[in-house]
């Protein structure tokens, strides 16, 4: 499990510890996870910790050695640790692009090679991907964040099909709005040319909206759990407030529909226009 220091990552590892299952959590910094410790000591479980950084080939290499070290093999990688990343398509820097790619879609990739061996070897295992309702759909100002999202998505396709004759599950979990830290960690909106303050204006109101609307992260530990021990598994599980409703709304739109949303004049009009899109009230409680 990765990035099992908090949000989906530590709900998900104390879910499955509680669930029966040898977990083993990677955090970047095993000093920092006193919350995660706490909450397993209260629980009655363990989760073992091992100290890795997705973003580093050595680091990946290292953390995966210990691990296996420690457990022989891998039976269930759940690539839940990533970043966020605000910014409009004109103000986001290829910098910032390769930055959050590399930890959100590389981060994923690495661990995947690490594991993937073994399962081969053995005929069985499930890789679970965490990706995000934002691998679906154009969120509005997180241009970094969608493209590492849609790009998750794709790889994850890719590999179910590559690897279902080795006996390989893949599972790709898209949530919602899930309550997690990244609410104080994700408010960028530098509007750096001062043309699109609508633009992240309506950004920021989605995180607002969803603020508000967030989902316990113990329902996509709970997916998790189920997309690992079920014998009749999906590809894809939507999950969390607006999971459901983004995906299959966007499904739903003609592209033209979808382009039409940017065109629309105010936070008033956009919000009746979006909940007429995606069954989904933007407005904030008063």
């Known amino acids: 499990m990765t990035g099992a220091n908090s949000g989906i990552g530590r709900a998900t590892a104390l879910h499955l510890a509680k669930s ?9 910094s095993v000093a920092k996870a006193d919350k995660l410790s706490a909450a397993a000591d209260a629980a009655g479980v363990t989760v073992d910790l091992v100290e890795l950084d997705i973003a580093s ?9 210990e691990i296996f070290e420690r457990v022989g093999h891998v039976d269930h990688l759940v690539n839940n640790a990533g970043i966020g990343g605000n910014g409009v398509v004109e103000e986001t820097s290829a910098e910032r692009f390769l930055e959050v790619m590399n930890v959100d879609l590389c981060g994923g990739v690495r661990c995947v090679q690490q594991v993937l061996p073994g399962m081969r070897e053995r005929g069985a295992g499930t890789i679970v991907n965490i990706t995000s ?3 679906r759909i154009g969120a509005i ?19 179910a099909i590559e690897v279902a004759a080795f006996g390989v599950r893949v599972v790709i979990v898209e949530p919602g709005v899930t309550k997690s830290s990244i609410f104080g960690k994700n408010t960028d909106a530098k509007n750096d040319t001062g043309v ?20 316990d992260a113990d329902e996509v530990a709970e997916v ?7 014998d009749d598994p999906k590809l894809r599980y939507q999950v969390s407030w607006g999971g459901n409703e983004l995906v299959q709304g966007r499904a739903a739109l003609t592209d033209e529909a979808w382009v039409a949303l940017g065109t629309l004049a105010g936070m008033p009009a956009y919000i009746d226009g979006f909940r007429d899109a995606f069954g989904l009230d933007l407005t904030l409680p008063s």
């Open 57 to 65: 080939d050595d680091s990946v290499r290292d953390g995966f050695a």
């Open 20 to 28: 029966g299952h040898t977990v083993i959590g990677t955090v970047r």
């Open 196 to 215: 699109y303050a609508a633009q992240y204006d309506r950004m920021l109101q989605m995180y607002a909206a969803g603020y508000h609307h967030a989902t």
């Open 133 to 135: 309702v934002a691998g």
């Open 224 to 230: 998790i759990r189920h997309a690992i021990e079920t």
């Open 141 to 159: 100002a997180q241009a970094p964040y969608v493209a590492a999202k849609w790009a998750f998505e794709g790889i994850s396709e890719q590999l």
